[in-house]
């Protein structure tokens, strides 16, 4: 009950936050920013069923997908996707399709591979993937990680670095808490803690 309203508390604060300042068109073209390519809500997934999406060299993501898949479930899927390209890029920030407090918990996660200097190498895989939550403007998408198949490499050398990571073992739950803005788009506003128990 005690997680049903934490749950409820933040869709609440996802879909009924302040309200966005209006658009104001400027003289030149403005600079990309926070949240500008998600894809839009009716765009859906292609089909049910297993997907591989080529992350970057030598880097992909299994995304199994639900029958019928909801189109918000693609939000959660372009931040996975998004978060790893930067990571394999060895960018130091990720913030497409995010809101600010997500963007900084984003670019914050990219930026410690960089400062380590590892990218990431095999295949991850995002299934279980559901909308658990909806209430207007607001909604928390779960999804479960397995990335026992990927290994982090040293930037420098391109060898798997020793020990590897304790995370990449099990798989792990990850869940968003997103909001649609008044232009129609939905963008991940933070994300939470998943109390989601994943298994292979």
Known sequence: ?????MVLCLLLAAGCAAQERPYRPKEN?????VGTTPAAPEERPSSSGPETIQVADGLKARV????????LLKVMVDQYVGTRKAVAERRRTYKDGLELDAAVQASEWVESFATEGWSMRGVGRLYNLRVSARVGKGAQIDACVDESGVRMVSTRTGKAVSPQPEWLRTPYGQSVAARRGDDGVWRIRTYVPSRERCTR
């Open 1 to 5: 009950m005690r997680s049903a309203a």
């Open 29 to 33: 073209a403005p600079a990309a920013a």
């Open 64 to 71: 199994e997908w639900p029958a019928n898949p909801d189109p």
